[in-house]
């Protein structure tokens, strides 16, 4: 257990880190970094490879309750027992902007653009909008919220103590529709896409984890794909995907050569045969002037034509000669 080092500006520190409270909230971003809150008021960003304490924040004066991260990376928000949202940025590790709420909220979640993000107090859930950083309209649940998930921009799946799951339009403030999704609370819950569905995981109190495919219209009930009894009485959820088969998460594939065809390389052969015979047809430059390599031991045209005049010279000097002995 390492020591907290001294606070910097914000409540901001550096190195490692041990809480002196209970753990109440951890969020992932990607696959590099984990964000943890705690009883203590720290929320700590964690280098998930070396699991080395990056940067602490002395968040909230009282219990961290909950907190999400903006799909950039770059904000995060809480929520704590002092009856405040905060929002922090992450890059400098400091605080960005905070908000008397005057209540103790116990969750709060940005959607998947991160144009917006709710904050749940009891059954109440208000929408707020990033730009104006203020409510834009306020959704009432029926029991007290237990979980939230965004379906889409706009579209938010409610769980509450109770048995049922209710999906709501963020911009109308208005409920599209609702089913049974269990036979007790529904404690959590979880949505992804593959190429295939659309599909939200639902945890109960009655120890059943199901997975519900979801049609593109949100006012039609889904339909169940599976469901596993764990015989256990299940508080919370967490969902592991396979980022190789998900191609909407997965990230880009380097870039490759497109694959040629017949056409085209043929095209290509032809146009090659018409870039050499145009060398071709352009005069050939002096050898000693093309010579980079200083090699003179092998024979050119024009060595070859100045050792054959020397032999005519050298042929008919000695006949002259001849004569004249003669």
């Given at each position: 257990?390492?020591?907290?080092?001294?606070?910097?500006?914000?409540?901001?520190?550096?190195?490692?880190?041990?809480?002196?409270?209970t753990?109440?909230?951890?969020?992932?971003?990607?696959?590099?970094?984990?964000i943890?809150?705690?009883?203590?008021?720290?929320?700590?960003?964690?280098?998930a490879?070396?699991?080395?304490?990056?940067?602490?924040?002395r968040?909230?004066?009282?219990?961290?309750?909950?907190?999400?991260?903006?799909?950039?990376?770059?904000?995060?928000?809480?929520?704590?027992?002092?009856?405040?949202?905060?929002?922090?940025?992450?890059?400098?590790?400091?605080?960005?902007?905070?908000?008397?709420?005057?209540?103790?909220a116990?969750?709060?979640?940005?959607?998947?653009?991160g144009?917006?993000?709710i904050?749940v107090?009891?059954?109440?859930?208000?929408v707020?909008?990033?730009?104006?950083?203020?409510?834009?309209?306020?959704?009432?649940?029926?029991?007290?919220?237990?979980?939230?998930?965004?379906?889409?921009?706009?579209?938010?799946?409610?769980?509450g103590?109770?048995?049922?799951?209710?999906?709501?339009?963020?911009?109308?403030?208005?409920?599209?529709?609702?089913?049974?999704?269990?036979?007790?609370?529904?404690?959590?819950?979880?949505?992804?896409?593959?190429?295939?569905?659309?599909?939200l995981?639902?945890?109960?109190?009655?120890?059943?984890?199901?997975?519900?495919?979801l049609?593109?219209?949100?006012?039609?009930?889904?339909?169940?794909?599976?469901?596993?009894?764990?015989?256990?009485?299940?508080?919370?959820?967490?969902?592991?995907?396979?980022r190789?088969?998900?191609?909407?998460?997965?990230?880009?594939a380097?870039?490759?050569?497109a694959?040629?065809?017949?056409?085209?390389?043929?095209?290509?052969?032809?146009?090659?045969?018409?870039?050499?015979?145009?060398?071709?047809?352009?005069?050939?430059?002096?050898?000693?002037?093309c010579?980079?390599?200083?090699?003179?031991?092998?024979p050119?045209k024009?060595?070859?034509?100045?050792?054959?005049?020397?032999?005519?010279?050298?042929?008919?000097?000695?006949?002259?000669?001849?004569?004249?002995?003669?």
């Amino acid at each position: 257990m390492c020591a907290p080092e001294e606070e910097g500006e914000d409540g901001a520190q550096d190195g490692r880190i041990s809480y002196s409270g209970t753990i109440t909230c951890l969020k992932f971003h990607g696959n590099k970094h984990l964000i943890s809150g705690a009883e203590d008021g720290l929320i700590c960003v964690w280098d998930a490879k070396r699991w080395e304490c990056l940067k602490s924040i002395r968040a909230h004066k009282g219990h961290v309750t909950f907190l999400s991260i903006h799909p950039s990376g770059k904000l995060a928000l809480s929520v704590g027992t002092d009856k405040t949202l905060r929002t922090w940025n992450l890059v400098e590790g400091r605080s960005a902007f905070i908000k008397n709420i005057k209540q103790n909220a116990h969750i709060v979640e940005w959607s998947p653009k991160g144009e917006k993000y709710i904050v749940v107090i009891l059954n109440r859930i208000d929408v707020y909008q990033l730009d104006t950083a203020s409510v834009s309209g306020t959704i009432t649940n029926e029991r007290r919220v237990s979980s939230v998930t965004f379906l889409s921009e706009s579209v938010l799946a409610v769980a509450g103590d109770e048995e049922v799951v209710r999906f709501f339009d963020c911009d109308s403030l208005t409920c599209l529709s609702e089913f049974k999704a269990h036979e007790n609370r529904v404690k959590d819950m979880f949505s992804f896409e593959t190429p295939e569905h659309h599909v939200l995981v639902t945890a109960s109190s009655d120890g059943f984890i199901k997975m519900w495919k979801l049609e593109q219209d949100k006012t039609v009930s889904p339909s169940l794909l599976c469901e596993v009894n764990t015989n256990a009485r299940l508080t919370c959820l967490g969902v592991w995907l396979d980022r190789g088969t998900d191609t909407k998460e997965s990230p880009p594939a380097a870039a490759e050569p497109a694959p040629i065809s017949k056409k085209q390389s043929r095209s290509n052969k032809e146009e090659s045969g018409h870039a050499i015979q145009e060398e071709e047809r352009q005069p050939k430059p002096d050898a000693e002037k093309c010579s980079l390599t200083g090699d003179s031991n092998k024979p050119t045209k024009g060595n070859s034509l100045v050792s054959a005049k020397k032999r005519k010279t050298v042929e008919m000097s000695e006949k002259k000669r001849k004569k004249k002995k003669i």
